[in-house]
Nanobody
């Protein structure tokens, strides 16, 4: 099992910044991609950003140029630096980690951290 613990959420004014962290622990061998999703009230969970073990990144179009995902493999931690935040970024942000187990990939989720952007 892999446990993911997020931190860094909070309340910020529009235009402000927050940095989310997600630390992985437990049976953390063969973790490949890690990333972030978010879920706003009444909406489905959506992809925000992802980073591979080699450092390749991918972003949701609406956050490109504002959010940066990074990873410290030695600390088994992934970060999401969020700048120029907008009210529409308000959501619960969830960290995920994908673990390769032979022909299968297991996806683990954190408990979520609330990000609220006021206008």
């Amino acid at each position: 099992q892999v446990q993911l613990v997020e931190s860094g959420g909070g309340l910020v004014q529009a235009g402000g910044s927050l940095r989310l962290s997600c630390a992985a622990s437990g049976t953390i061998f063969s973790i490949n991609a890690m990333g972030w999703y978010r879920q706003a009230p009444g909406k489905q969970r959506e992809f925000v950003a992802a980073i591979s073990s080699g450092g390749s990144t991918n972003y949701k179009d609406s956050v490109k140029g504002r959010f940066t995902i990074s990873r410290d493999n030695a600390k088994n931690t992934v970060y999401l630096q969020m700048n120029s935040l907008k009210p529409e970024d308000t959501a619960v942000y969830y960290c995920n980690a994908d673990q390769d187990r032979g022909s299968l990939v297991y996806r683990y989720w954190g408990q979520g951290t609330q990000v609220t952007v006021s206008s």
